[in-house]
């Protein structure tokens, strides 16, 4: 078999989606907007994990629950990009998710409906064929669609814990609390999804290091909370770090989060130390966020611009 047929990272999309993105210079809720052309194009937390690493240069195989109108589509756009689609199909289409742009004040409105539903025996099978390929690293992201109850993800990671696989997750709500005591290797919650977690506001960095310990004394080695513009938490073995990237022009938040996953994804596997754990995911989250989202194919960034940006950002020891 092609090292391509098994890639050491798999990502995990439950429900993804095609992004709709329209940039306009401000919105007028409740009026006509008029806007330039608008781009469709694939995406869900997975998907975008595997397009990051793509620039990174680590393969991936891409796979999760997709409408089975939807697999050609989703194959055109990945391949290229030397990822592996892997979707198990199931009826239907994906959602369509808008992500409306406003230039001018520089802030992104998402409204992400719920796509179709998706049977207990779909994730059994895609738990079953992700389990054969026993990849190094699960990346399982993103919320859950209509039909599987919120233990989905810690389900999917019973079935891969057999294979050794180590699970990044990025989920949030009762889907993340349930993937906990499943024993993810890495958790990235953003402020709001971790003070949502615990059931208690999160209003300063104190708060953010003492929530983040805490996931750590329940067993998750590693806990990254990103934090917008102000940079990430990284409670990591033998290190807890902050890291603040250098400023730039904000284009589009979409994405940042999974930037951020797919540079931790890639760190894991090239067993980085804390440091450059910490440099490369910020240096890609922050190359997603200024990234020309209105370039053929979705403004994906340069890898030379993640590197600038990652040797750009501050690393404090906490
Ligand atoms: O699964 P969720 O939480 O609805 O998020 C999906 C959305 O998040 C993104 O992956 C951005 O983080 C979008 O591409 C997608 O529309």
Redo the contacts with the bound molecule.
Sequence with gaps: MSPEAHPRIATV?L?P?L?LTVRLPSLRVGEVNRAGPAELRP???G??VSVMLAVLGEASLASGLLGEGDLAAFGAFLRPFGITPDFVSIPGRCRI?V?LVETGAGQVT?I?PSGPEASAASLEALGDRLAQHAPKIAVL???LPPGLPPGAWAELMAMLAAAGTQVLLD??GPAFDAALAAGPALVKPNRAELAALLGRPLPDRDALVAAGQELRDRGIARVVVSDGGEGALFVLPGATLWATPPKVALTTT?????AMVAGLAAAIARGLDAEATARLATGCAAAAVSRDVGAPGGGVPLLAEIERLSAQSRIERL
């Design positions: 999309t429900s989606a992004d995406a869900g937390k998907v975008n998710n992500k998402d992400n992201a993103g919320s989920s949030s979409v994405g940042a989060g999974d």
